[in-house]
């Protein structure tokens, strides 16, 4: 066994995982992990594979991955880079977008202009054309027609009239319509939900659900951490690795369990892990570690 092999294998058995459960956290074979702490390389697929699997191995132990290939280089082998000519096709494609885009930058602004002075002159024209024509008909039936205009002027109050003593009726019958409105009955309260603490010993706390419809857990990950989620007979719902996504936001993991008596959540990281039952956010009864915590709900339906 080599020094970085000893190193690794005490850290994991520190935080008390085995290599089934490492195997569930990285999704790395067993035998490349047995592999990785006896230093035996030679079962692996290749040299960038080797310092890939360490790599992950470091993460999922909250060790740091830069200071263990610089602390055991001499143990480590050495990996070309493999993904170069990946990288020069890359760069070359961006290139040329950068490229195409620069042209059509060019050509915007001039095109904006074009539109916004096309517009301007429309507006200009139908201004003019439209308030000047009806100006000019007014004034001639206003010196040609007198008495025609009168007689409009007329009609006009008529009309006006007409709509206010329609008006009234329509008024008067919704007087007549409008029945007294029904008291509406007193709106019960329903109680609201409650996450209270039955007990907590050690690494492990009970906790019980009451006046809740559903059962929904949701995990988030402000870091890294192992997790998994049961039911009160052992059956899985998830077990894994929560993580920082590439965008810098945090992983989570939704689990209903409202067909469910009870659940049982193991943390392996509760500093950086947040539980919440039904978008409530569940206060750890012991005080938040980078050690595992045990938690079970227990959850009885409002119904019953």
């Given at each position: 066994m080599t020094e970085l092999g000893n190193r690794l294998k005490e850290a994991r058995i520190a935080?008390?995982?085995?290599?089934?459960?490492?195997?569930?956290?990285?999704?790395?074979?067993?035998?490349?992990?047995?592999?990785?702490?006896?230093?035996?390389?030679?079962?692996?697929?290749?040299?960038?594979?080797?310092?890939?699997?360490?790599?992950?191995?470091?993460?999922?132990?909250?060790?740091?991955?830069?200071?263990?290939?610089?602390?055991?280089?001499?143990?480590?082998?050495?990996?070309?880079n493999e993904e170069l000519p990946q990288q020069i096709s890359r760069v070359k494609t961006q290139k040329l977008v950068t490229d195409g885009n620069s042209k059509i930058f060019d050509l915007l602004p001039k095109i904006l202009i074009g539109v916004f002075v096309i517009g301007v002159i429309s507006a200009v024209y139908y201004f003019f054309s439209h308030y000047s024509g009806t100006d000019t008909?007014?004034?001639?039936?206003?010196?040609?027609?007198p008495v025609q205009l009168s007689t409009n002027e007329k009609l006009e109050k008529a009309k006006v009239n007409e709509k206010d003593n329609n008006k009234e009726k329509d008024s008067g019958k919704e007087k007549e319509t409008t029945k007294p409105e029904v008291e509406k009955p007193p709106v019960v309260e329903t109680p609201?939900?409650?996450?209270?603490?039955?007990?907590?010993?050690?690494?492990?706390?009970?906790?019980?659900?009451?006046n809740a419809d559903k059962f929904v857990v949701k995990l988030v990950s402000k870091g890294q951490t192992w997790v998994s989620i049961k039911n009160g007979k052992g059956k899985s719902f998830f077990q894994g690795t929560l993580k920082t996504l590439e965008s810098g936001g945090?992983?989570?993991?939704?689990?209903?369990?409202?067909?469910?008596?009870?659940?049982?959540i193991r943390v392996g990281n509760a500093a950086d892990t947040e539980?919440?039952?039904?978008?409530?956010?569940?206060?750890?009864?012991?005080?938040?570690?980078?050690?595992?915590?045990?938690i079970t709900i227990q959850y009885v339906p409002k119904s019953e």
């Open positions: 935080k008390g995982l085995s290599l089934d459960d490492l195997q569930s956290m990285t999704k790395i074979q067993k035998r490349y992990l047995i592999g990785i702490e006896e230093g035996n390389y030679s079962s692996m697929p290749g040299n960038f594979y080797v310092r890939a699997f360490i790599k992950q191995y470091s993460e999922a132990l909250n060790l740091n991955p830069d200071e263990i290939f610089e602390t055991y280089k001499s143990e480590i082998p050495a990996s070309l008909k007014s004034l001639k039936n206003k010196e040609n027609d609201k939900q409650e996450v209270t603490v039955l007990q907590s010993s050690g690494k492990n706390s009970t906790y019980d659900l009451k945090p992983e989570s993991q939704t689990v209903d369990l409202s067909a469910e008596s009870s659940a049982v539980i919440y039952v039904n978008d409530q956010l569940l206060v750890y009864a012991v005080a938040p570690t980078k050690d595992v915590q045990n």
